[in-house]
């Protein structure tokens, strides 16, 4: 059960796009499609934004998005927005566990 | 709407026990599988535990196992997590969630705060 690798920081100036990675193994982000991705503003309740890889759950901005490429999942937030400013959190949840990723904290 | 309640947190001496308990209303709550999420002060998320739709199938992270235990009523639309040897690194605010058919968490409640502290 090793976290998942998300940059412990990212930054960007509002309109400007970012984007997050997410390593795993082969065993993991690059065996299944099923990352999901969650914003977690302090004080306040995780937010599902990407599930299975890039699909958005209704009433997320497709200002969202999320890819996969070989063991490395990525979410693209694009027009950044002040609200955007929070930790993101990727996370794989296969077989019979579920790891985390350790947080990326989005500066706008 | 559908929601998730936590309650049960509180302060407790290392050693300890104490159980968490999740109230679910707004969805047919016998159909979804949910888990436990914690986060300790200053750092991400964990999981902590899964159980499956109907209660047969329990996971737990290496952290947590043989120590916590989590369970449902689904005649009481409630989730359950029995937390005993506490450490003072089990210190977190615990979400309960629902893990929807995409294999994510769709639905999060507002969390209850455990302390471990002498």
């Known amino acids: 059960q090793s976290a998942l690798t998300q940059p412990a920081s990212v930054s960007g100036s509002p309109g400007q796009s970012i984007t997050i990675s997410c390593t795993g193994t082969s065993s993991d982000v690059g065996n299944y499609n099923f990352v999901s991705w969650y914003q977690h503003h302090p004080g306040k309740v995780p937010k599902l934004m990407i599930y299975?890889?890039?699909k958005r759950p209704s009433g997320i901005s497709n200002r969202f998005s999320g890819s996969k490429s070989g063991n490395t999942a990525s979410l693209t937030i694009s027009g950044l927005q002040a609200e955007d400013e929070a930790d993101y959190y990727c996370?794989?949840?296969?077989?019979?566990?579920?790891?985390f990723g350790g947080g990326t904290k989005l500066t706008v | 709407q559908v929601q998730l309640v936590e309650s049960g947190g509180g302060v407790v001496q290392p050693g300890r026990s104490l159980r968490l308990s999740c109230a679910a209303s707004?969805?047919?709550?016998?159909?979804?599988?949910m888990l436990w999420v914690r986060q300790a002060p200053g750092k991400g998320l964990e999981w902590v535990a899964l159980i499956s739709y109907d209660g047969s199938n329990k996971y737990y992270a290496d952290s947590v196992q043989g120590r916590f235990a989590i369970s449902r009523d689904n005649s009481k639309n409630t989730l359950y997590l029995q937390m005993s040897s506490l450490r003072t690194e089990d210190t977190s605010i615990y979400y309960c969630a629902r893990v929807d058919w995409g294999h994510a968490f769709d639905v999060w409640g507002q969390g209850t705060v455990v302390t471990i502290s002498s």
């Open positions: 996370c794989l949840y296969a077989g019979s566990s579920v790891v």
């Open positions: 707004g969805f047919t709550f016998n159909s979804y599988a």
């Open positions: 299975e890889g890039s």
